[in-house]
């Protein structure tokens, strides 16, 4: 009796959580978007100012900067290369989010040199139940997988108190 009870509460518990994983995508989703687009805009500036200047691109005004003798403009230009390096990164995030399935987008927010991102993401995400197909399908088939290896062991240890008493 009390394990069936405590099997409800469990599979309750792992629903709700497993619910919010495709919400924490669509969240994070927003935020690199906005991301992006910020970067986006920078680097157009950069690009704006290397055609201003008659450069032949942008990588070739970098170039000519970092051989430059004020150091503050070499500091200038590895600050440019590593907008452009992030701006590549977050491209291959857009891009995942725009066509990737939900575990690609898992494996693309839980990569350790993305804590920032997700840190970010969570500081304004609410709780919510998913509005798609697929949302709510990974919520309920994720939870109920979770909520069995989670009970497996209690199931087995019941079980065999129960063979045991008879």
Request: no cysteine; glycine share 6%.
């Amino acid at each position: 009796m009390i394990l069936r009870i405590v099997d409800k509460f469990i599979f309750a518990l792992t629903l709700i959580l497993t619910l919010q994983i495709p919400q924490l995508a669509d969240h994070y989703q927003q935020y690199l978007s906005g991301l992006y687009q910020a970067t986006q805009s920078q680097v157009e500036g950069y690009e704006s100012t290397a055609i201003e200047f008659k450069f032949a691109d942008l990588q070739s005004m970098i170039d000519r900067h970092l051989h430059n003798t004020e150091p503050s403009v070499r500091a200038d230009a590895l600050q440019k290369m590593q907008t452009l390096a992030f701006f590549a990164e977050l491209q291959e995030g857009v891009d995942i989010f725009d066509n990737g399935h939900l575990f690609d987008k898992l494996l693309y927010m839980l990569k350790p040199t993305r804590y920032e991102t997700l840190k970010g993401t969570m500081a304004n995400f609410k709780m919510g139940i998913p509005i798609t197909i697929s949302g709510l399908g990974f919520g309920i088939v994720f939870g109920l997988i979770l909520n069995l290896f989670m009970m497996w062991p209690l199931n087995r240890w019941a079980r065999r108190r129960r063979v045991e008493q008879a």
